[in-house]
């Protein structure tokens, strides 16, 4: 079975510029999540999505959202990016509740 | 405010021996925690987790004590090897299990 894949696994974008991050969870899992890694500190939680709907939202502003599809695939957007939004994203699914969450390989962003 | 700190930022030890790493949290209403392992350009991977109605949960080499009391766990390796040299976080979840609070890891270094 294939694991949590994410999309892109680098890219580079512009100080104001918009992204999309894209997830696609382990088949069977309904939970997605999103993290924030900077360097030298943990993974920090973004959002949580269940069954398309959201349940948890982390310190983030408001220029960070997402959404979860009806196959359960989500993505994480950010508006007006800074350079301090320069980071690992991480997505994690799991079947309904966070006992065991399972990572992706991350997004790298970079912005410049 | 850190919720999970691992105050060990690295670990050094020989193949074969013993690897302590631990963990503290400051939430009581944290009932069940995780132990992630993360090398480089990979997201991080699931290795173990503990509910707060056990002290003590083990998976071949590797063994999670809880002590709730000093809201402390550690996470035993037992016998090293270089393959584990890694990041490994501490996490931690709620009763919602709406988000993981990680901690910001501690490197652990195995040498042969």
């Known amino acids: 079975d294939a694991g949590v894949t994410q999309s892109p696994t680098h890219l580079i974008k512009t100080r104001g510029q918009h992204v999309t991050l894209r997830c696609s969870p382990i088949?069977?899992?309904?939970?997605v999540s999103w993290y924030q890694q900077v360097l030298g500190q943990g993974p920090q939680f973004i959002f949580q999505?269940?069954?398309?709907?959201?349940?948890g939202r982390g310190n983030f502003p408001d220029r960070f959202s997402a959404r979860q599809f009806p196959n359960y695939s989500s993505e994480l957007n950010v508006n007006a990016l800074l350079l301090g939004d320069s980071a690992l994203y991480l997505c994690?699914?799991?079947?309904?509740?966070?006992?065991?969450?399972?990572f992706g390989q991350g997004t790298r962003l970079t912005v410049v | 405010d850190q919720q999970v700190k691992q105050n060990s930022p690295s670990l050094s030890v020989q193949e074969g021996r013993i690897s302590i790493l631990n963990c503290d949290y400051t939430?009581?209403?944290?009932?069940?925690f995780l132990w992630y392992k993360k090398y480089p350009a990979e997201g991080p991977t699931f290795l173990i987790s503990?509910?707060?109605?056990?002290d003590k949960n083990e998976d071949g080499r590797f063994t999670v004590f809880l002590n709730k009391s000093a809201k402390h766990l550690s996470l035993h390796i037992v016998p090293s090897q270089p393959g584990d040299s890694a990041v490994y976080f501490c996490?931690?979840?709620?009763?919602?299990?709406?988000?993981?609070?990680f901690g910001k890891g501690t490197t652990l270094s195995v040498s042969s």
């Open positions: 996490a931690a979840a709620d009763q919602a299990g709406t988000a993981l609070i």
């Open positions: 503990i509910s707060s109605i056990k």
């Open positions: 088949s069977g899992h309904k939970s």
């Open positions: 939430n009581s209403m944290f009932d069940y």
């Open positions: 994690a699914s799991s079947p309904d509740s966070y006992t065991e969450a399972f």
């Open positions: 999505y269940y069954e398309k709907e959201e349940r």
